[in-house]
């Protein structure tokens, strides 16, 4: 009997239902991938017409606009619907994980058959912009990542600016612009704003495309245990980029503690009389801001100075207008 136990222990183990759910998962992404990466490879594959025009109105002797008809595609694509917004989008996934050992959240919850969660900043420029669809006017959005805020505005038929210094989300932004077919309405930059023309640090962490920041710092607050690499990118003000006689409606700023640098390089903007200035929203991290050599006190001496004077506090955003009979949508 001893001896038969022992054969019986060396028997095979047949595979739980969950561990095989997951090899089945992972199969599919492998597929997905070879797919797109033989397609890409495939000179018969067919490139669709984006209509992505160069706006000329918005380049400068320092920089010109992404053109997202050269960017090599990221591969693979996997899209998911923004659901739980008023004008729902369609975004590209930021990043995988490492799998097989930790897939990322966001492919998880595909896999689920589960919605993408909605995001507060998507929501939000929603429901700013709402009160805003008969004007005429420019959203501009500084450190775009993958696009959540571009895209929120641009179904609702405004015109966007978006900067954002990492190539890979670049291509996530190229992806989203296709998929929600705003080639006409959206215009990008590979840049970080700040407030002077040149060259900049810029610090990106290895295994995620969210988090990258000017401060190393700051990059790593958030995921201490991921490596971070400092890369050179182009810096740009947005007043060299945006003309004068342009109207803009909304400005929002998420640059991981750099934010009192671009709103120094945009004074021209935020200095045109009520009215004529745009809503803002910024980030307000005390600690990315002080890993940054800044604080929340001195962006709000500098809002002051160029005449903003109405804030509200949302979360970590600061919501800052000149007209203090405008309603904030909370």
Not at 102 to 114: C, D, F, Y
Not at 254 to 277: I, P, T
Request: aromatic share 10%; charged share 20%; glycine share 6%.
């Amino acid at each position: 009997m001893a001896n038969a136990w022992k054969r019986d222990a060396k028997r095979p183990k047949l595979l739980s239902p969950k561990t095989l759910l997951f090899l089945l998962s992972l199969s599919f992404l492998l597929f997905i991938f070879f797919f797109f990466t033989s397609s890409r490879n495939n000179p018969y594959t067919i490139i669709p017409n984006t209509n992505l025009s160069i706006k000329n109105q918005f380049q400068s002797s320092s920089i010109s606009p992404f053109n997202c008809l050269k960017c090599p595609q990221s591969h693979p694509i996997i899209a998911n619907i923004v659901e739980n917004v008023k004008y729902p989008f369609i975004f590209s996934l930021s990043d995988f994980g490492k799998l097989p050992d930790k897939p990322h959240k966001n492919i998880v919850r595909m896999l689920k058959g589960k919605p993408f969660r909605k995001p507060d900043i998507s929501a939000t420029i929603q429901e700013i912009l709402e009160g805003m669809k008969n004007k005429n006017g420019l959203v501009v959005d500084v450190g775009s990542n993958v696009g959540m805020a571009t895209f929120a505005a641009a179904v609702m038929g405004f015109r966007v600016l978006c900067f954002e210094p990492v190539f890979e989300n670049l291509q996530r932004i190229c992806d989203g612009v296709w998929f929600n077919r705003v080639g006409d309405l959206v215009t990008v930059f590979e840049a970080a704003v700040s407030d002077r023309i040149g060259n900049i640090t810029f610090h990106k962490l290895v295994g995620r495309l969210d988090n990258s920041a000017v401060s190393a710092t700051g990059a790593k607050l958030a995921f201490k245990s991921n490596e971070e690499i400092a890369l050179q990118v182009r810096s740009i003000p947005l007043d060299e980029v945006i003309p004068e006689s342009e109207p803009v409606l909304l400005l929002k700023i998420d640059v991981q503690g750099w934010e009192y640098h671009v709103l120094k390089g945009a004074s021209k903007l935020l200095s045109r009389k009520k009215g004529e200035a745009p809503y803002l929203i910024y980030e307000e991290d005390d600690r990315l801001l002080q890993a940054s050599n800044s604080s929340a006190k001195e962006i709000l001496e500098f809002l002051h100075s160029v005449g903003y004077h109405h804030c509200t506090q949302h979360g970590t955003d600061a919501h800052c207008t000149k007209d203090s009979d405008q309603i904030f949508p909370w």
